[in-house]
């Protein structure tokens, strides 16, 4: 993913041209790449920084089901600047039947510290790939990688989309209930069938779900002819 920061230069005349590949490969460039888009035509773009880490939660001894109307979040507070680029979740399936859908992973704006309906970002997988009966860390990239800044709550909500209801026949592992596994966020479950749904904190904020982020820093660059 690179930021387009210019394709166009201004000539003599102070009238905006075009700018060739050739002319922007013939300069001096440092993390820019660049691209041709027909014509001999070209796009200069900022190349991010290496995929890295972020926050995490690593225990993982409690199941938590979730389907599709029992929501799990875990909400968390970005440490870095940047753009979120996925999350690694650790996950199962209590049994073999209904393999049918997906578990769909969104990043979402927090308000109050719980959860809104406002999605940044998503990414799915086929509930079938899921292993029955144990604990697995599975990767879930963002095809749109959005801005991440540092400070914000966030909050990563998982549920299962598709047909086929059941109930608690999949699970999102999370730390013991006695204790508080993350200081910058919290569990929360979210009941779609009640009356009145809404997010609510779960244990005060003890039983953090196994979670990492991952995001890439912004880029600096420069070209110069």
Same mark, same amino acid.
């Given at each position: 993913?690179?930021?387009?920061?210019?394709?166009?230069?201004?000539?003599?005349?102070? #009238?905006?041209?075009?700018?060739?590949?050739?002319? +922007?490969?013939?300069?001096?460039? =440092?993390?820019?790449?660049?691209?041709?888009?027909? /014509?001999?035509?070209?796009?200069?773009?900022?190349? +991010?920084?290496?995929? =890295?880490?972020? #926050?995490?939660?690593?225990? *993982?001894?409690?199941?938590?089901?979730?389907?599709?109307? &029992?929501?799990?979040? #875990?909400?968390?507070?970005?440490?870095?600047? /940047?753009?979120?680029?996925?999350?690694?979740?650790? !996950?199962?399936? $209590? $049994?073999?039947? $209904?393999?049918? @859908?997906?578990?769909?992973?969104?990043?979402?704006?927090?308000?109050?510290?719980?959860?809104? =309906?406002?999605?940044?970002?998503?990414?799915?997988?086929?509930? *079938?790939? !899921?292993?029955?009966?144990?604990?697995?860390?599975?990767?879930?990239?963002?095809?749109? #990688?959005?801005?991440?800044?540092?400070?914000?709550?966030?909050?990563?909500?998982?549920?299962?989309?598709?047909?086929?209801?059941?109930?608690?026949?999949? $699970?999102? %592992?999370?730390?013991?209930?006695?204790?508080?596994? %993350?200081? &910058? /966020?919290?569990? %929360?479950?979210?009941? +779609? /069938?009640?009356?009145?749904?809404?997010?609510?904190?779960?244990?005060? @904020?003890?039983?953090?779900?196994?979670?990492? =982020?991952?995001?890439?820093?912004?880029?600096? @660059?420069?070209?110069?002819?």
């Amino acid at each position: 993913m690179g930021l387009f920061f210019f394709a166009w230069l201004a000539n003599a005349s102070s #009238q905006f041209v075009q700018t060739s590949v050739s002319e +922007l490969s013939s300069g001096t460039s =440092t993390n820019v790449a660049i691209t041709d888009v027909g /014509g001999g035509n070209g796009d200069a773009t900022l190349v +991010l920084g290496t995929e =890295t880490s972020d #926050q995490a939660q690593t225990a *993982s001894s409690t199941k938590r089901d979730f389907d599709n109307t &029992h929501l799990l979040a #875990q909400t968390f507070t970005a440490g870095q600047n /940047g753009f979120f680029t996925g999350v690694i979740l650790s !996950l199962d399936r $209590n $049994n073999s039947s $209904n393999t049918n @859908g997906e578990v769909t992973v969104e990043l979402r704006v927090t308000s109050s510290g719980a959860p809104t =309906t406002t999605v940044l970002a998503s990414a799915d997988l086929a509930a *079938s790939s !899921l292993n029955k009966n144990g604990k697995t860390d599975y990767s879930f990239t963002f095809l749109s #990688q959005p801005v991440m800044a540092s400070g914000t709550v966030y909050a990563i909500v998982v549920y299962r989309s598709g047909s086929g209801a059941i109930t608690a026949n999949y $699970n999102w %592992y999370s730390g013991s209930g006695s204790s508080d596994q %993350y200081a &910058h /966020g919290g569990r %929360y479950e979210i009941n +779609l /069938g009640a009356e009145n749904p809404a997010w609510s904190l779960q244990n005060s @904020g003890k039983g953090d779900l196994r979670f990492q =982020t991952f995001y890439r820093a912004y880029a600096s @660059g420069m070209l110069s002819s």
